[in-house]
């Protein structure tokens, strides 16, 4: 059938608007029809080019929420009608690492989804010409419809609005969960987050949850400062303002160094500067920021020595098909916020403004609904 998608055709150029040929599930897989997707930072590194795994032409989008619409042979949890979100961490609940206690990265179809197709190896898009479009992050979210298989979508409750729960499906749950599930964040720590993005709001808003005393947001957008302390940000500090290094600041600051520190900025200086401010001893600082090709970290192998640890996060650790409907009934609870930082709602054919006010620092999350 035909379905319409903001295609990204090569590295650099905005999104195209167009018909696309969209095959049916096969074994295995489902329908969706998107209702809705956030735009995440990620979405537009891998359209800048600065992505080693970016693939042109492609699909791009890996936060929506929708409804199923047909189902591939052999597909047994979910039916036609179910409300569902896309997960670009699948959890088949049955490869080494979904049984292994210490990881949600399932591997089970990482490789083809690395090379933008589905598990059999082929495309389910293709132009009207017939020439293939590739898949992303195994969600494809910038179509009306896209297909995945089953053990790449969470089953959510009826009632939540597509337009807010969308950014459960990577905003929301990767910077609450970095806390919760990774860091395990203890009440009464003292915590620094670098980026106030749609990221590190959410990073703000887990350390709150889990009842930090202090929580250092760092941006060099002042924009950011209203937004992150309506989520609990203790204290602002904007970089460009600091008179001398920054580490030394963070450290006399927090009275020491923090117990947790995150990077949500994709800025290998700052993951630097976010493993140093962490305190000796026992300071654990959380690796959230994609960096382009080629960028590495460093630090003197002292500051491990003298006891920070430096680790990573991918989608805030989160073991999909079972906490993300979870994390919808937070937010249904009011246990969490959602729509303060959804602070653009834009139509399909305007996504390219999405993008535009995320590189211009000007939005927190625009959210496309169909
Ligand atoms: P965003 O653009 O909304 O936010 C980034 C923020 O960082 C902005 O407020 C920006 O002003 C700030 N910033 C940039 N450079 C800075 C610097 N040098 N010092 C201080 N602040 C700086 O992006 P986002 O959607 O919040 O994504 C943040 C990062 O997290 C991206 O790298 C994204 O790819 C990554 N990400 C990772 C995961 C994961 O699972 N690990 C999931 C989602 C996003
Ligand atoms: N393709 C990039 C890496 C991108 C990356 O790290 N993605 C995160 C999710 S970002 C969501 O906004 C992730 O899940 N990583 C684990 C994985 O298996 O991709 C590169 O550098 O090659
Ligand atoms: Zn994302």
Redesign the pocket.
């Known amino acids: 059938m035909r379905t319409r998608a903001a295609v990204a055709v090569r590295a650099g150029a905005p999104l195209e608007l167009m018909d696309v040929e969209i095959g049916g599930p096969r074994a295995g897989e489902v329908m969706v029809e998107l209702k809705a997707t956030g735009i995440?930072?990620?979405d537009?590194?891998t359209l800048s080019g600065a992505d080693p795994e970016g693939l042109f032409p492609a699909i791009l989008g890996h936060e929506g929420a929708g409804v199923v619409v047909e189902l591939g042979e052999g597909v047994t949890s979910l039916a036609a009608g179910d409300h569902v979100i896309p997960l670009y961490?699948p959890e088949c609940r049955q490869c080494e690492y979904c049984l292994h206690p210490k990881t949600n990265l399932c591997q089970s179809i990482r490789e083809t989804q690395g090379r933008g197709v589905m598990p059999d190896g082929t495309s389910r898009f293709s132009t009207l010409d017939g020439d293939p479009i590739l898949h992303y992050m195994g969600c494809s979210t910038f179509a009306r419809h896209t297909v995945l298989p089953e053990i790449a979508l969470a089953k959510i409750r009826p009632d939540a609005p597509f337009a807010s729960v969308c950014y459960i499906g990577?905003?929301v749950t990767?910077?609450i969960g970095?806390v919760i599930n990774t860091a395990k964040v203890e009440i009464g720590s003292r915590a620094v987050v670098?980026?106030?993005?749609?990221?590190?709001?959410n990073v703000i808003q887990g350390l709150r949850l889990a009842g930090a005393d202090q929580i250092v947001g760092?941006?060099?957008?002042e924009d950011?400062r209203a937004m992150a302390e309506r989520f609990g940000m203790t204290d602002f500090v904007n970089?460009s303002e600091v008179d001398g290094d920054l580490v030394p600041y963070l450290v006399n600051l927090t009275k020491g160094g923090a117990d947790y520190t995150f990077?949500?900025?994709?800025?290998v200086?700052?993951m630097r500067a976010a493993l140093e401010c962490a305190h000796k001893g026992w300071g654990e600082s959380i690796?959230?920021?994609?960096?382009p090709a080629g960028a590495e970290i460093s630090t003197r192998p002292f500051q491990l020595v003298t006891g920070r640890s430096w680790r990573?996060?991918?989608?805030?650790g989160a073991r999909g098909r079972t906490d993300v409907p979870r994390i919808v009934d937070w937010y249904m609870d009011g246990k969490i916020e959602i729509d303060p930082m959804i602070t653009h709602t834009l139509r399909h054919e305007d996504i390219n403004e999405g993008f535009d006010l995320?590189r211009a620092?000007k939005?927190?999350?625009s959210v496309v609904v169909y």
Request: net charge negative.
């Open positions: 995440c930072h990620t537009e590194f961490t990577c905003g990767t910077g970095a670098f980026g106030l993005g749609g990221i590190g709001l760092v941006d060099l957008n950011k970089p990077d949500a900025t994709g800025n200086e700052v690796v959230i920021g994609v960096a990573g996060t991918a989608f805030g995320l620092g939005s927190i999350r």
